[in-house]
């Protein structure tokens, strides 16, 4: 880095400034830094194996098969409710229009409650 020190990075946005989003962030000079030495970084370049690997899920761990299954299962359960939810809105707007209509077509009060 051409300019090493500790720097201020924050939002120029008001209620992000009041909300607290702002950090700091150090560039070291090239003297002070560490790096690792690396004699194979071809090594770097295998992929990691995650078939074996487990997921956490609604409490419990689950590999990546029974993932899969929770994922499929809770996209077809939102399916169905939103398909049912459509049905339910469309009944309702039909049930609506006839109640509407009804009561174009006949205009006097029920007086027989009273």
Not at 61 to 79: E, F, H, V
Not at 83 to 109: D, F, G, Q, S
Request: glycine share 6%; hydrophobic share 45%; with cysteine.
């Amino acid at each position: 880095a051409g300019n090493p020190g500790t720097w201020l990075l924050h939002c120029h946005v008001t209620d992000h400034i009041h909300a607290g989003m702002e950090t700091t962030f150090r560039i070291n000079r090239k003297s002070d830094i560490n790096w690792p030495v690396d004699d194979h970084p071809e090594e770097h370049l295998v992929l990691k194996d995650t078939s074996q690997e487990r997921i956490e899920f609604l409490g419990g761990n689950l590999d990546s098969g029974q993932a899969k299954i929770a994922l499929i299962s809770l996209l077809a359960i939102g399916i169905a409710l939103t398909a049912t939810l459509l049905t339910v809105l469309i009944i309702l707007c039909v049930l609506r229009k006839r109640m509407l209509r009804w009561a174009y077509h006949n205009p006097e009060l029920p007086t027989d409650i009273l």
